[in-house]
């Protein structure tokens, strides 16, 4: 990785303009990593901009500067690409906005930890055993010897805490808590962290969870399933965003061999969210087979249509054989 690096660095040295972007949908790693690049480069006299095409969420408003991503942005003008978490290349969605996103001839620096990641970038600095992109991310810092902030460490360890559910999902391991413990010592904020994270859930938020609870059917072959329609939104004056988090609730029924949570968006497509704790289950293979991705442990995919009597969904495991999950009592 040491190589992968000093490539990184070099494209960087290279650069005045850079743009810096995060996945769709963002969640607080590929905000953090962001973020916390920012306020690095933005230290080495660097001209930064923030990118993602979706809006992040009002929880994250505790990160510095989170209201600078834009969507819009002049390609042309910048000397580098530096796109972060992201699983895939379609995941930031800005190659249907932008035609020439990678045609342009600028330099990527692509980094992340998901090992769907198809390798986009000029420079791939791509890691599946790192619990988060932020880990990543604090590994060059320490390589290059930077001076991390308490600004820059509270974006690290938001990073950290999202992508390992507050270190009790399965990718927490050593190197997780010496970076927390690291972070905390810069003076990451872990109370702005948690509240805002994990302490924070509207009333109809818990309504369209109890929901969810409500739905969850265990299968005769061990798998939890629920799912969310088009119109208990409405009911519940609830959006998808509002399902962050209750999948892993579904995750804890014991002996299961892993949990998919579907729920119908308004523009045509139903969505899949999968958790397991199995060791020998891969969800990203299951995930893969619907033209999605992800951890072996967390995983999704999109799928056009609606959830309606007649559609079935196929659900694949490597120990299981194919298998067809009917959704219609739902």
Not at 201 to 214: D, H, I, P
Not at 227 to 245: M, P, T
Request: glycine share 6%.
């Amino acid at each position: 990785m040491q190589n992968l690096y000093l490539e990184a660095k070099k494209l960087i040295d290279k650069a005045n303009k850079i743009l810096v972007v995060s996945h769709r949908k963002p969640d607080a790693d590929t905000l953090g990593t962001a973020l916390c690049l920012k306020l690095w480069l933005e230290s080495a006299k660097k001209n930064i901009t923030l990118a993602c095409i979706d809006k992040p969420a009002p929880v994250f408003s505790f990160l510095p500067s989170v209201g600078e991503f834009t969507d819009e942005f002049d390609l042309k003008s910048f000397d580098l690409m530096i796109i972060v978490d992201a699983g895939a290349s379609y995941m930031t969605n800005f190659h249907l906005k932008y035609v020439d996103f990678f045609l342009s001839g600028i330099p990527i620096l692509n980094i992340d930890h998901h090992a769907s990641n198809d390798m986009f970038g000029t420079t791939n600095i791509v890691d599946s055993s790192a619990a988060s992109t932020t880990v990543i991310l604090h590994r060059i810092l320490n390589f290059f010897n930077a001076d991390i902030t308490s600004e820059m460490a509270t974006c690290l360890m938001a990073g950290v805490y999202g992508d390992t559910g507050s270190f009790m999902h399965s990718n927490t391991d050593k190197e997780t808590y010496e970076v927390a413990s690291d972070l905390m010592e810069k003076g990451a904020s872990i109370s702005d962290i948690t509240k805002a994270l994990f302490r924070s859930r509207s009333v109809s938020t818990l309504r369209l969870w109890g929901k969810v609870l409500e739905n969850a059917r265990l299968t005769d072959d061990s798998v939890v399933v629920s799912v969310i329609k088009e119109q208990d939104f409405r009911e519940f004056e609830a959006s998808s965003e509002h399902l962050s988090g209750v999948v892993d609730y579904l995750n804890m029924v014991p002996d299961s061999k892993f949990a998919v949570l579907l729920n119908e968006d308004r523009k045509g497509h139903v969505k899949g969210s999968m958790r397991t704790r199995q060791s020998d289950v891969d969800v990203s293979k299951i995930a893969a087979s619907f033209g999605g991705g992800g951890h072996s442990k967390a995983s999704g995919f999109t799928l056009d249509g609606k959830l309606r009597e007649e559609i079935k969904y196929v659900v694949v495991s490597d120990d299981v054989s194919e298998k067809t999950l009917d959704f219609a009592d739902f």
